[in-house]
């Protein structure tokens, strides 16, 4: 028989508020086991007594049997004397100064509350803050480490007995679930009409759905801020929706009660199905069916919905049949036009009440804002379009230590981040900072990210462009605080970004092709057509979209006409009256940007991609003006024709890739009266044959073979898919995005990388 020893384990990783403590707790029994379980602000710590083999099977089933919504990152044991404990407990958890934790994410209701809330029998029965250590909020409660009730918007309902009994019994799955509430402790729901509470309970919720049903907007406290909603079937309720949001034509999320409705609608995949029901319930890029129930006015002009599944109990009451169950509703994030989604009760009625004709509200407070997270599918893996709830405040691992540093990320869809040893963590999705609210939102972020990780940066990353607010907090921070601050070129960023997002440790330079809308390039100039040769110290530029002018500088991108006639004038075309961006412009209009553009006032150059493709979709007549970023771009991606397989010629040359070619090409199409579909097809046929060359040359200088693809342009799925197939065919190894996204709200991380680079003095 061999010895008694003591085995003391230390595990980090998501190992708090996921049941970790009494998943412990009962293994411990399982093998007759004596000692304890602690959370610390650094993760879990065990002891316990036992004979070797014993030991060795309870860790073995320790490491093998996690609980679900746990991830280890590290697990050290040491053998010791036993420590002669007399029983197992679950002891106070302890704080070690300095040390962290990761935080789990929002939680969407776990199959065993669905079954509680929908059982007339339960006493949550219809309670709408029903959760368990398997779900519910925790980012947005969360108000410091260690994660026990009194660091979360929960700390002032005090929980009745039988919740308490629950809380403190091992083998209850309530065991330590911070949020745990019922109708007679926890927090309450009510509806509000005009300043004053109209009902409460099950009765708000049911005339919430009449109002609905009766084509009303309703703002809905959900779990990181306020939705709109409306019944998504009654065109007038969306067009209503729309004017009062200031919204012209910007796509509007829906949410479906299940996947039966989802599939009735939209053609879903077995991995969009597994994105639709995972945990996170982000907001899935689904082809629309053509007798789809939603009305047009939901995502005008494009072939796309956003759908998500409930994933609050609230919703699924929403949802439930007594009353009128609905097809889809919209859930669009509860601000006005660009300002940040509201959260707080009373911030809500003053910046919602000309927008909704209720308010379905709760006292369960919103410690920190986070919209819905907005994802597609590429080639059997998640594409980020906005890395926000259900993944925020999620790590990268990164592929070696760096110090900690703080990247303060672009203007529009903004996101910062901050690293600490092997992990980077990107913010939930900012938003655009154009706003103090924007901004206001931002700076709380960073403070709450610093302490919640206990991150204290010692360097600051930023972008080159000096207007940018993030740009200007990186430098007032920095002189506050005495921090070196690196400026971090755009699409360096872009690129060093989709390197970390792919692990890679940066011992040899890529081909990095950033194709974006905008980004201040290091001459002045608004790049975002480049392929980089880079690593994470530096970039070279091998080549880049041929400038021309953008008069009126960004502001001239809510105007592609204007972009399309500059192109022309660049490029030595004509301004032939009867093409669809003069047409647009009168005579007055025409004469003036001509001046403009000469003299060169108030013009910026540009390489943009972007800015390329919203000059072509103005061409060939889709749109002259856009309500929001990239609307040009994507309406015209939309109408491609997949089967026409010609492309325009870009002549590659010299460092520079010019359209000249293409657009004189387009020009004989349009002419010619060729169809809109198969234009655009040439369109992107031409642009993936040009990178496919442009590497193709870079390869031969350089020798190197891998690419990675990011920046905005890559959200477009079929250039995307046109262009890793046609590098792949080179014998490229091509690396997109799967962590964070391809577009602005993944940059930060690149800013990061490049900024902990730096400061080390390019020395890992
Ligand atoms: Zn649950
Ligand atoms: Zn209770
Ligand atoms: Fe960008």
């Known amino acids: 028989m061999s010895e008694l020893r003591k085995a003391s384990l230390h595990i980090t990783g998501i190992v708090q508020g996921v049941g970790f403590r009494p998943f412990v707790y009962s293994l411990a029994a399982r093998y007759h086991l004596n000692g304890w379980v602690r959370n610390t602000s650094a993760g879990v710590d065990i002891e316990v007594d036992g004979i070797e083999e014993t030991l060795d099977e309870f860790i073995t089933d320790l490491r093998t049997e996690l609980p679900p919504l746990s991830r280890v990152d590290t697990f050290d044991i040491i053998f010791s004397a036993p420590g002669r404990f007399t029983e197992f407990e679950i002891i ?38 029903i959760n368990c250590t398997n779900c519910g909020p925790r980012f947005t409660i969360i108000t410091d480490i260690p994660y026990d009730r009194p660091n979360t918007t929960m700390a002032r309902f005090k929980m009745c007995p039988d919740c308490t009994a629950e809380y403190r019994n091992p083998y209850d799955r309530r065991f330590h679930a911070q949020p745990v509430a019922c109708p007679v402790c926890g927090p309450k729901v009510w509806l509000e009409v005009a300043g004053r509470q109209r009902a409460e309970g099950e009765d708000a919720i049911r005339q919430a759905k009449q109002l609905l049903a009766d084509g009303k907007i309703i703002a809905i406290k959900g779990l990181g801020g306020f939705h709109l909603a409306c019944d998504a079937t009654n065109p007038r309720a969306v067009d209503e929706l729309r004017r009062r949001k200031l919204r012209v034509d910007k796509p509007f999320a829906l949410m479906m009660p299940d996947l039966a409705i989802v599939k009735q609608n939209c053609v879903v995949t077995s991995l969009e199905y597994g994105l639709l029901e995972s945990r996170q319930r982000p907001i899935v890029l689904l082809e629309r069916k053509l007798d789809c129930a939603i009305v047009e006015g939901i995502a005008p002009g494009q072939h796309r919905l956003g759908v998500m599944l409930p994933y609050t109990p609230l919703h699924y009451l929403l949802f439930s049949a007594d009353g009128s169950p609905f097809t889809a509703l919209v859930m669009t994030s509860g601000n006005l036009s660009e300002e940040p989604i509201a959260t707080e009760n009373d911030e809500a009625r003053e910046r919602l009440s000309g927008l909704a004709d209720a308010f379905l509200m709760h006292d369960r407070d919103i410690h920190i804002r986070c919209d819905d997270s907005v994802v597609q599918q590429f080639e059997n893996k998640i594409y980020y379009l906005r890395r926000s709830r259900g993944y925020a405040p999620d790590s990268v691992q990164l592929p070696f230590e760096v110090p900690p540093v703080l990247a303060t990320g672009p203007e529009l869809k903004n996101t910062f981040c901050l690293t600490r040893g ?13 706003n103090y609210e924007t901004l206001r939102s931002f700076e709380e972020g960073i403070q709450h990210f610093e302490r919640l990780f ?21 430098m007032d921070r920095a002189k506050h605080e005495n921090l070196p601050a690196f400026g971090v070129q755009h699409h360096h960023a872009h690129i060093a970004a989709c390197m970390a997002d792919n692990g890679l440790n940066g011992d040899h330079a890529i081909i990095g092709v950033a194709f974006d809308g905008t980004g201040y390039g290091d001459d002045g100039a608004i790049w975002g057509g480049e392929i980089l040769v880079a690593d994470y110290a530096a970039y070279q530029r091998a080549f880049h979209l041929a400038y021309f002018p953008l008069p009126g500088g960004d502001a001239a991108i809510k105007r592609p006409a204007r972009t399309a006639l500059a192109l022309l004038w660049t490029l030595g075309l004509e301004w032939e009256d009867l093409l669809p961006p003069c047409r647009a412009l009168g005579d007055e209009e025409r004469i003036s940007l001509r001046t403009q553009i000469e003299s060169g006032l108030n013009t910026v150059q540009t390489s943009s991609l972007g800015r390329l493709f919203d000059a072509t979709a103005a061409l060939v007549g889709i749109r002259q003006l856009v309500n929001y970023e990239a609307q040009a771009a994507i309406e015209f991606e939309s109408v491609l024709d997949e089967s026409e397989s010609r492309g325009y010629h870009f002549e590659i040359q010299n460092g520079i890739m010019d359209p000249k070619q293409v657009i004189t090409s387009l020009l004989i199409d349009i002419h010619s009266g060729v169809s809109v579909p198969i234009l655009s097809a040439r369109f992107h046929n031409g642009v993936a044959e040009m990178v496919r060359e442009a590497c193709g040359q870079v390869k031969q200088e350089t020798g190197l ?13 079929a250039l995307l898919k046109r262009t890793v197939h046609g590098l792949r065919k080179d014998g490229f190894t091509v690396l997109v995005h799967n962590q964070v996204p391809t577009n602005d709200g993944g940059l930060s991380l690149g800013q990061a990388m490049i900024t902990a680079n730096r400061f080390n003095g390019g020395v890992k």
């Open 92 to 129: 106070n958890s302890k704080a070690v100064a300095g040390a962290f934790q990761p935080i789990s994410p929002d939680v969407c209701i776990c199959p065993d509350c669905l079954h509680e809330l929908l059982d007339p029998g339960n006493r949550r029965y219809h309670y709408p803050f």
């Open 422 to 434: 092997r992990y980077a963590f990107p913010s939930q999705h900012i938003g655009d900072m154009e």
């Open 454 to 474: 206990r991150i204290q940066p010692e360097a600051i990353g930023y972008d080159l462009h000096p207007n940018y607010l993030s740009t200007r907090y990186a």
């Open 705 to 717: 073979n891998e690419i990675v693809l990011s920046g905005g342009v890559w959200q477009n799925m």
